[in-house]
Each structure stands twice: as structure tokens, then as C-alpha cells.
């Protein structure tokens, strides 16, 4: 009985500790709790349904503009089942990109890059629209008129009425696996038109991260690429 009666008051000794902690102890721990689950769900967000990519470049123009932020929808994605102009986004893997010198980049922005709450690093990735599929023959003169896919003119209602559709001429065919991929501002994207001396010019189908679904940022531009 002498013990119980000792412990009692230990007790409330605790549970009166516990009451005077100030109310902004609760209110952290909530917050970073709330903030931990976040960015678990923005990682398993980033790793299995979309990842975000940043517009560095004109060359996707009028269809995709400067500074434009996509979302790309990796869930299910199977490179098989893309279609002629779809405009998708992969890895270069081919080193297309010219080498920039090293950036060290602050530990915030990794951080962030690394959870799904910033938008990848553009020097890793580029933006094109897929003309030729895996068995196809594309090829064009050079001139005002059409690309031609396996014998028959491209329709390409997304480039603009007075661009030529290529100004340089070529002629190939899409081997397994690979895709021709153009930029649709066909007067300034290094495509595949200009690294036919890098893997003839195709970009493994399995680079493909996926394709580009929407335009979230900046919201006055919100939309599907078409």
C-alpha cells in the first residue's frame, strides 16, 4: 500500500508535466508529421504515377513554350503503345544535349528534385514529338511540302502554316525499337534530323520516360499538348 500511495503522486507529477508544455510543442509535431507524409506520398507520387519536366528551349514551340512545366504520366506507360505524334519526353541517353559545365547544384533543389516537388533537371531530358514508329519510312526533300511516312504525306496541323515541315532532307527507316523523334519548331530543335551521326538519328523507344500529358504551369497556359 506504501508503494501505490508513492507512485500516485509520481504519476501526477507527469501527467501535470505534460499539461504545462507549451501548446506550440503539439503544433510542430503535427506539422512535421504532416510535412514527413508529404513528401513520402510526393516520392511514391514522383516513382509510380507522373513526374513534372521543365520547358528549357524553344524548339517545342508553338506546342510547348519556355518555362512551361509538363506532367508526365508514367503509370502503366508501355513504349509500345505510342503513336505517331505523341509528344513525349526521354531520357538522352544518345548525349544529343550538348556538355554544360558543372553545376553544383544547392541541396534543397536535389532535395526537392529527388521527392517529385521540383521539376527534373532539362539537361537530362528532352521534349519531341514521335513521327516515325518502329518499322516506318519517313523521309522528306527538304522543301514546302509534306513528310512523307510509308509512302503517304504526315498531316501536322500542330506546326505552324508558314513553317516548312523540314528544311533538311533525309530518308530512313525506323529500326526495332527506336523511334524518329522532330521538335516542332522545325527551324530551331536539334532532332533527329541533326544526329543521324549518333544511332542514325533514333532514340531507343525504352528512353522513353513517357508521354508529356499536360501543361500545369503557368496556369494560363494549363492544357493538353495536342
Not at 8 to 24: F, G, H, I, L
Not at 64 to 80: C, K, M, N, T, Y
Not at 199 to 218: E, H, I, K, L, M
Request: charged share 20%.
Amino acid at each position: 500500500m506504501v508503494e501505490s500511495a508513492a507512485r500516485v503522486p509520481e504519476e501526477n507529477a507527469s501527467a501535470e508535466k505534460r499539461a504545462q508544455r507549451p501548446a506550440w510543442h503539439s503544433a510542430l509535431r503535427e506539422i512535421l508529421i504532416i510535412l514527413a507524409v508529404a513528401v513520402v506520398l510526393a516520392f511514391l507520387v514522383k516513382t509510380f504515377v507522373f513526374r513534372t519536366f521543365y520547358i528549357p528551349s524553344e524548339s517545342m514551340e508553338p506546342t510547348l513554350q519556355v518555362s512551361d512545366r509538363v506532367a508526365v504520366a508514367i503509370f502503366g506507360f508501355d513504349p509500345e503503345q505510342l503513336n505517331r505524334g505523341d509528344v513525349v519526353v526521354f531520357r538522352d541517353d544518345q548525349q544529343w544535349l550538348p556538355a554544360i559545365p558543372e553545376q553544383t547544384e544547392s541541396a534543397v533543389t536535389n532535395a526537392l528534385q529527388f521527392v517529385g516537388l521540383a521539376s527534373e533537371d532539362p539537361h537530362q531530358y528532352l521534349v519531341k514529338r514521335v513521327i516515325g514508329l518502329p518499322g516506318d519510312r519517313v523521309s522528306h526533300d527538304g522543301g514546302a511540302g509534306p513528310i512523307m511516312v510509308n509512302g503517304e504525306a504526315l498531316t501536322e496541323p500542330y506546326l505552324p502554316e508558314a513553317l516548312w515541315p523540314s528544311q533538311v532532307a533525309f530518308d530512313v527507316i525506323v529500326p526495332a525499337g527506336k523511334l524518329w523523334v522532330m521538335g516542332d519548331n522545325r527551324s530551331d530543335s536539334a532532332d533527329s534530323r541533326f544526329h543521324m551521326d549518333v544511332n542514325g538519328g533514333f532514340v531507343d523507344a525504352t528512353s522513353v520516360v513517357g508521354r508529356a500529358n499536360v501543361v500545369f504551369w503557368p496556369v494560363e497556359r494549363w492544357g493538353v499538348p495536342a
